[in-house]
């Protein structure tokens, strides 16, 4: 991916909270002064604001593990620290945190010194968005940093504007505002509204929580209820089962969720779509009665969102749900379907470790729909190109199947997700039917 060169209207300057909208201002005014300068459009598309914990880096520089910037984005040396993190504690080394790390890691710095606790890595949280976005839409940037100085009630004010260069049209610099706030949880919950005041009124507001979602946590609530849209990434929660119920119940009060792990299923979407898109087999849907769905463990929510949209395509009501364990932690949902005679299908996901980790915990494995009716030409195998078909292959049966692979979007990371996203926000059907469903699945669970 190439780099979009910047110009800086103003490098991170440290002000008080007061003095943001006067300072932002000021930049705006002693750019646009100068005759010979291009013009430069500020804040007019959008307000996004951003909770970056990033809780990791700081533990992992804390511990001494993690040399570099605190930057909220997981490159080779971030997943380096973390596999050395692992090594020295001895966990499954993955290169990625997932819930036992953090835990170790949380329980590791708890038992540091004061003094040991302090880090120098400098922290860049809140100074960049995708060029992707910052390129094309003047923006206002609003990041909370958590840190991890838990009795600290100080809040620190940083204000900042950058402009992608245009390579067509140099008289013009369309740029972004960054107001970066930085301190405690506790100390942030204290500044909400000021967070909210900090929106531009008349543009579409964003809230980007890269974080658990908690609808108790005052800021959480705060934020969301100011915003049209909240963006959330299923692939963060520690928790997806329950935090999918808290996102459905969002979606109930009528705001629009936008969640990025969806975003990461369209191919499995739209290969399984054209599986019956032929005519000849377009009547054997209504005779699938077996799905299995394979992902990597530590996130069951691109499983369960996977199974609440096709479910919710082919009108199968959730009647039971079964944990059976194991070591593939195997669980069992039964549907009655409302094709072919009212018969009862059965979904199967199970979460296998795969030797090659995807950047995503969580990512879909395989895919496999068969039924007991040996003349029908259902049976579909989809698998991640990365991983093969072979276990879903081995578990076909008599029945001739078609095998797909399947390509993950051409770059899962959150941020390049979120920019395609901030183009058509707004309500999403077919997701909101999907998690729906997902719901109501997991609200079975004994």
């Known amino acids: 991916m190439t780099t979009t060169p910047l110009v800086a209207l103003q490098k991170p300057k440290g002000i008080s909270i007061e003095e943001i909208e006067s300072e932002l201002r000021n930049i705006w005014r002693s750019q646009n002064d100068g005759a010979t300068a291009p013009v430069a459009t500020r804040a007019s598309t959008f307000s996004i604001v951003v909770y970056e914990p990033e809780e990791f880096q700081q533990l992992l520089a804390a511990l001494t593990f993690y040399k570099d910037v605190i930057d909220g984005l997981h490159g080779p040396k971030t997943r380096e620290a973390i596999r050395q993190a692992q090594m020295a504690y001895g966990l499954r080394v993955t290169g990625r945190v997932d819930e036992v790390t953090l835990a170790r890691l949380r329980q590791e710095y708890a038992n540091l010194s004061d003094s040991q606790k302090a880090f120098s890595n400098a922290d860049l949280r809140g100074f960049n968005l995708n060029e992707a976005i910052a390129a094309q839409n003047p923006c206002r940037v609003i990041t909370l940093c958590p840190t991890l100085d838990g009795d600290d009630e100080s809040v620190t004010a940083q204000v900042s504007a950058y402009c992608p260069v245009q390579k067509r049209n140099v008289s013009n610099l369309i740029c972004c505002e960054y107001i970066t706030l930085r301190g405690s949880k506790k100390a942030l919950e204290q500044v909400a509204g000021v967070v909210s005041s900090l929106m531009i009124g008349d543009l579409p507001k964003f809230v980007w929580w890269k974080a658990t979602p908690n609808p108790e946590q005052s800021l959480f609530s705060q934020l969301s209820e100011t915003s049209n849209c909240l963006i959330v990434d299923s692939s963060y929660f520690s928790d997806a089962e329950s935090e999918l119920n808290k996102i459905q119940e969002i979606t109930e009060t009528g705001k629009y969720i936008a969640d990025l792990n969806w975003h990461r299923l369209f191919p499995w ?78 979904a199967e996901l199970a979460a296998i470790p795969v030797a090659d980790v995807g950047e995503v915990i969580g990512d879909l494995v395989g895919i496999r729909l068969t039924s007991d009716n040996q003349e029908a030409d259902c049976c579909t195998i989809l698998c991640s190109e990365t991983t093969g078909c072979m276990r879903m292959e081995a578990g076909g049966g008599a029945q001739a199947c078609r095998v797909e692979e399947v390509s993950a979007i051409s770059d899962q990371r959150a941020d390049l997700i979120l920019s395609q996203q901030l183009q058509r926000w707004g309500e999403d059907v077919l997701y909101q039917e999907s998690l729906a469903t997902a719901d109501q699945i997991l609200r079975l669970c004994p």
């Not at 394979?294 to 609440?308: I, K, T, V």
């Open 269 to 346: 979407q739209e290969l399984t779509a054209e599986a019956f898109d032929p005519p000849e087999r377009r009547d054997a849907l209504a005779e699938i009665d077996h799905i299995s769905i394979d992902h990597e463990p530590g996130n069951a929510a691109q499983a369960l969102m996977f199974l609440g949209w096709i479910a919710s395509r082919l009108g199968w009501t959730p009647t039971r749900y079964v944990e059976e364990g194991g070591d593939y932690g195997i669980r069992k949902v039964y549907f009655k379907s409302s094709l072919g005679g009212q018969r009862e299908v059965e």
